[in-house]
């Protein structure tokens, strides 16, 4: 018998948004993507089997690739991955129930883009840092130079401890001085976890798109002052997923 067929959501959007004839979705193959309208509101989707298995890195792609392909160009809502309803009628339905918020956030979306700047730090940089600053740290690190870890262990563990504390006192300080550097560059901002113990800052902003300029300026700026140290990247434009979300509105 074959699969049965449901729709994989991607994303809310204005309702005279197409997608484009080259536009990809998920699935294997993946499936064409079509829109469903509602009023203002308009729902990027495409056929799925309803028992097939996504989460591959390619449906992860397709999926991130359509909402930043679309943010580029119109406001998008981003709706949480793996989302995937019965049909047409079951998408009219979510746009219908919450039409008005869905709208509202459009709005306020409009000529407004993500950007993501995420820097993490050269190890041996930083390490060769901490102990230039740190005369307790360096002498417990001249204790362990040469001998086993079993001999060490002790003071290998304090040293650990102490390069542990100084990275986070140097992260929270390197995070707050970005977000100062570019806030009035934005108009909001979203702080990350770490995604890595080295991580020196990670951070999703919200920009108006007359400010883009401004703004990727001002991070290229940013990251050439702690060139030696930090590896920087910027990440964007993106669809707004740090700020908000179909599902946050429904939730």
Known sequence: MADEIGLFVYGIVPSDVEPTPDAVGVGDPPGEVDVVRQGRLAALVSEV?????????????????????TAAVAPVLPVRFGTVVTGPDAVADLLDAHHDRFAAAL???????????????????L??????GSPAAADLADQVRGLSEAATRE????LGEMI???????????SRQLIDTLVPLSVSNAPRPPSNELDAVNAAFLVDVDREEEFVEAVEEFAEQRRDVIRMRLLGPLAPYDFVSAHQLVE
Do not use: F, K, N
């Open 164 to 174: 542990s504390q100084a990275v986070e006192l140097r992260r929270e300080a390197e």
């Open 49 to 69: 089997g309803l028992e097939e298995a996504l989460g591959r890195p390619a449906d992860l792609t397709a999926y991130q690739q359509l909402l930043d392909g």
């Open 127 to 132: 390490i060769a840092e901490i102990l230039a």
């Open 107 to 125: 709005d306020e979306l409009e000529d407004r883009i993500q950007y993501t700047v995420h820097g993490r730090y050269d190890e041996q940089e």
């Open 155 to 158: 003071q290998r563990i304090r």
